[in-house]
Nanobody
Framework: QVQLVESGGGSVQPGGSLRVSCAASERTERTDAMGWFRQTLGKEREFVTALRWTGGSPTYADSVKGRFTLSRDNAKNTVYLQMNSLKPEDTAVYYC???????????????WGQGTQVTVSS
């Protein structure tokens, strides 16, 4: 069973930065796609960004493009989400996800982290 362990997150003022990371217990064809979704109370989980370990650049939701950067460390099976110029509307629980196929649809991902809270408030 693949495990995703998240770290980071927390609280920051608007305009600030945070970084969250996600380490996968293994990297196989079942975890070729890896990325982040976020969810607020009463709303559906929404795509933030994801990449494929086998190649290509990360894709970002329009709402975070230019502010968030997804990077990876192949040796550690870890992805890092650097979040800059944070806005109050970025407040959510951020979930790491992994699956065999890249997608913006949460249901297409088989493995999920426990979630980490990101709060942007003055």
């Amino acid at each position: 069973q693949v495990q995703l362990v998240e770290s980071g997150g927390g609280s920051v003022q608007p305009g600030g930065s945070l970084r969250v990371s996600c380490a996968a217990s293994e990297r196989t064809e079942r975890t070729d796609a890896m990325g982040w979704f976020r969810q607020t109370l009463g709303k559906e989980r929404e795509f933030v960004t994801a990449l494929r370990w086998t190649g290509g650049s990360p894709t970002y939701a329009d709402s975070v493009k230019g502010r968030f950067t997804l990077s990876r460390d192949n040796a550690k099976n870890t992805v890092y989400l650097q979040m800059n110029s944070l806005k109050p509307e970025d407040t959510a629980v951020y979930y790491c996800a992994a699956g065999g196929t890249w997608s913006t649809v949460p249901a297409h991902y088989d493995y999920w982290g426990q979630g980490t809270q990101v709060t942007v408030s003055s």
